[in-house]
Protein backbone atom coordinates (compact mmCIF):
# COMPACT_ATOMS: atom_id res chain seq x y z
CA UNK A 1 0.00 0.00 0.00
CA UNK A 2 1.31 3.33 -1.39
CA UNK A 3 1.97 6.21 1.21
CA UNK A 4 3.68 9.72 1.50
CA UNK A 5 4.09 11.69 4.49
CA UNK A 6 4.94 14.67 3.44
CA UNK A 7 6.52 17.33 6.52
CA UNK A 8 8.83 20.65 6.19
CA UNK A 9 6.27 23.38 6.26
CA UNK A 10 5.59 25.92 8.78
CA UNK A 11 5.54 29.67 8.57
CA UNK A 12 7.89 31.79 7.26
CA UNK A 13 8.61 35.95 6.39
CA UNK A 14 8.83 36.73 2.34
CA UNK A 15 12.34 36.08 1.00
CA UNK A 16 12.88 33.16 3.40
CA UNK A 17 13.61 29.44 2.80
CA UNK A 18 12.28 26.28 3.09
CA UNK A 19 12.33 22.69 2.32
CA UNK A 20 9.97 19.84 1.95
CA UNK A 21 10.73 16.74 2.15
CA UNK A 22 8.62 13.36 1.19
CA UNK A 23 9.24 9.70 2.48
CA UNK A 24 7.52 7.15 0.42
CA UNK A 25 6.37 3.51 1.56
CA UNK A 26 5.04 1.17 -0.91
CA UNK A 27 6.68 2.61 -4.48
CA UNK A 28 10.25 2.52 -5.36
CA UNK A 29 10.95 6.47 -6.42
CA UNK A 30 13.53 5.60 -8.42
CA UNK A 31 11.22 3.33 -10.80
CA UNK A 32 9.05 6.69 -10.55
CA UNK A 33 8.75 9.89 -12.00
CA UNK A 34 7.60 12.19 -9.02
CA UNK A 35 6.06 15.49 -8.42
CA UNK A 36 5.43 18.04 -6.07
CA UNK A 37 2.02 19.94 -6.09
CA UNK A 38 0.48 22.50 -4.38
CA UNK A 39 -3.39 23.64 -2.86
CA UNK A 40 -3.76 27.39 -2.43
CA UNK A 41 -7.16 28.20 -0.55
CA UNK A 42 -10.03 28.50 -3.02
CA UNK A 43 -7.81 26.83 -5.86
CA UNK A 44 -7.30 23.63 -7.38
CA UNK A 45 -4.53 21.68 -6.28
CA UNK A 46 -1.75 22.36 -9.45
CA UNK A 47 1.71 20.53 -9.83
CA UNK A 48 4.50 22.93 -9.39
CA UNK A 49 7.75 20.93 -10.00
CA UNK A 50 8.51 17.30 -11.26
CA UNK A 51 11.49 14.73 -11.59
CA UNK A 52 11.67 12.27 -14.05
CA UNK A 53 13.27 8.52 -13.71
CA UNK A 54 16.44 10.25 -14.83
CA UNK A 55 16.80 12.91 -12.36
CA UNK A 56 15.49 15.92 -14.83
CA UNK A 57 13.60 18.21 -13.31
CA UNK A 58 10.61 20.47 -15.20
CA UNK A 59 8.91 23.36 -13.20
CA UNK A 60 6.11 25.85 -12.98
CA UNK A 61 6.99 29.26 -14.51
CA UNK A 62 5.77 30.31 -11.17
CA UNK A 63 8.18 28.35 -9.08
CA UNK A 64 11.42 28.31 -11.96
CA UNK A 65 14.19 29.74 -10.30
CA UNK A 66 13.23 29.50 -7.16
CA UNK A 67 12.42 26.25 -6.57
CA UNK A 68 14.55 22.94 -6.71
CA UNK A 69 13.20 19.37 -6.72
CA UNK A 70 15.52 16.63 -5.79
CA UNK A 71 15.35 12.90 -4.67
CA UNK A 72 17.47 10.72 -2.33
CA UNK A 73 16.68 6.83 -4.09
CA UNK A 74 18.82 5.71 -1.27
CA UNK A 75 16.19 7.46 1.50
CA UNK A 76 13.12 7.00 -1.02
CA UNK A 77 12.52 10.53 -0.67
CA UNK A 78 11.52 13.49 -2.63
CA UNK A 79 12.29 17.22 -1.39
CA UNK A 80 11.55 20.47 -2.86
CA UNK A 81 13.91 23.25 -1.73
CA UNK A 82 12.06 26.69 -1.61
CA UNK A 83 13.81 29.70 -1.74
CA UNK A 84 12.57 33.13 -2.46
CA UNK A 85 9.44 32.52 -0.74
CA UNK A 86 6.46 34.86 -1.69
CA UNK A 87 3.17 35.14 -0.08
CA UNK A 88 1.28 33.78 -3.15
CA UNK A 89 3.35 30.26 -2.50
CA UNK A 90 1.10 30.28 0.60
CA UNK A 91 -0.30 26.81 -0.17
CA UNK A 92 -0.59 23.02 1.46
CA UNK A 93 1.86 20.65 -0.36
CA UNK A 94 1.87 17.70 -1.56
CA UNK A 95 3.91 14.80 -3.34
CA UNK A 96 2.87 12.36 -5.39
CA UNK A 97 3.28 10.31 -9.15
CA UNK A 98 4.08 13.25 -11.94
CA UNK A 99 0.28 12.33 -13.60
CA UNK A 100 -1.54 11.71 -10.28
CA UNK A 101 -4.76 12.40 -10.09
CA UNK A 102 -7.46 13.76 -8.06
CA UNK A 103 -8.97 10.26 -7.01
CA UNK A 104 -6.04 8.90 -6.68
CA UNK A 105 -4.34 8.41 -3.07
CA UNK A 106 -2.67 11.59 -1.43
CA UNK A 107 -0.59 12.11 1.86
CA UNK A 108 -1.80 14.68 4.34
CA UNK A 109 0.18 17.72 2.77
CA UNK A 110 2.82 20.06 4.43
CA UNK A 111 1.00 23.76 5.07
CA UNK A 112 3.17 26.51 3.88
CA UNK A 113 3.02 29.97 4.76
CA UNK A 114 4.77 32.72 3.60
CA UNK A 115 3.76 36.33 5.81
CA UNK A 116 5.63 38.89 7.72
Known amino acids: QVQLVESGGGLVQPGGSLRLSCVASGIVLRLTAMGWYRQAPGKERELIAR???????NYAESVQGRFTISRDNAKNTVYLQMDTLKPEDTAVYYC??????????WGPGTQVTVSS
Open 96 to 105: NTQFARPSDY
Open 51 to 57: ISLGGNP
